[in-house]
């Protein structure tokens, strides 16, 4: 089981494996194996049964790309070495990486159903994760996990207070977009506007996002469009870590193709 493989020499079930590799992932009977495709699907295939060989194994050269491209922000599916069952919900839905782990061998995710977990990216040697490749996902659509309202404690505002609190939690500075969601800024931004609110609550700066520059003032708590004029609504947000990465990785997945 877990053997990486690709059609064989006696292919002859059209376009079943869409092209992509798969993983046995248990023998069925003698001479037949269950493949799961990384696009998601499952069947059986010939593997000595009457000498035929519809799957060959081949070198996993996937490993290298995972280990190479997760992020936070990426947008994965069960990978070559998935055994948690349907944690994701099943094979295909996609999860958002919000964390890399100092060990920088296992990857927190959070996955359509809201439900979090943290999986192999190497560690142990094994990989239960691979990048999301939504152009063949076989006719899922990608649930809005970008959507997702993290809810937020009340934040004390006094000046003395650090982005970090003593309790583990930060503040995330956010803004309000047309559809009444809480966006996150980026978080060099978070902790610039953190250390000029801290200095002084009542103050006013400038930030630049996505080639418009808008004037924040803090007394007020909103922003303007320098150009549109265009108002909107800011918080300082206070959020444990796990919330408050996955709110900066759900704002980066909007960003990655």
């Not at 002859?12 to 023998?27: A, P, S």
């Not at 996937?62 to 599916?77: F, L, Q, S």
């Not at 505002?157 to 970090?164: F, H, N």
Request: aromatic letters at 8%.
């Amino acid at each position: 089981p877990a053997l990486p493989i690709c059609r064989g020499r006696d292919w002859k079930w059209g376009n079943q494996d869409k092209g992509e590799c798969g993983t046995v992932i248990r023998h069925y009977k003698k001479g037949i194996v269950e493949v799961e495709w990384d696009h998601g699907g499952k069947n059986h295939y010939r593997y000595g049964a009457e000498e035929a060989a519809d799957v060959q194994v081949i070198e996993d050269t996937r490993v290298v790309r995972r280990i190479a491209d997760v992020k936070p922000g990426c947008k994965v599916v069960r990978g070559l070495h998935w055994e948690w069952e349907n944690q994701d919900g099943g094979a295909g839905n996609i999860g958002i990486v919000y964390r890399i782990e100092e060990s920088r061998v296992s990857v927190r995710v959070r996955w359509p159903s809201g439900r979090r977990g943290v999986y192999r990216n190497g560690k142990d040697g094994k990989y239960d994760l691979d990048l999301a490749n939504v152009s063949v996902q076989a006719g899922k659509k990608e649930k809005p996990v970008t959507k997702l309202n993290i809810s937020a404690s009340p934040a004390r505002q006094t000046p003395s207070e650090k982005v970090e609190t003593k309790g583990g939690n930060r503040y995330c500075w956010q803004w309000k977009d047309k559809d009444g969601k809480w966006r996150p800024y980026t978080v060099e931004q978070i902790s610039s506007m953190e250390e000029i609110y801290q200095r002084n609550p009542s103050a006013t700066c400038k930030l630049e996002r996505d080639s418009y520059t808008y004037h924040i003032d803090f007394g007020k708590m909103q922003q303007q469009n320098v150009d549109t004029k265009a108002v909107r609504q800011i918080r300082r947000a206070c959020l444990n870590r796990d919330d408050f990465d996955l709110a900066i990785a759900l704002e980066q997945s909007l960003h990655i193709k």
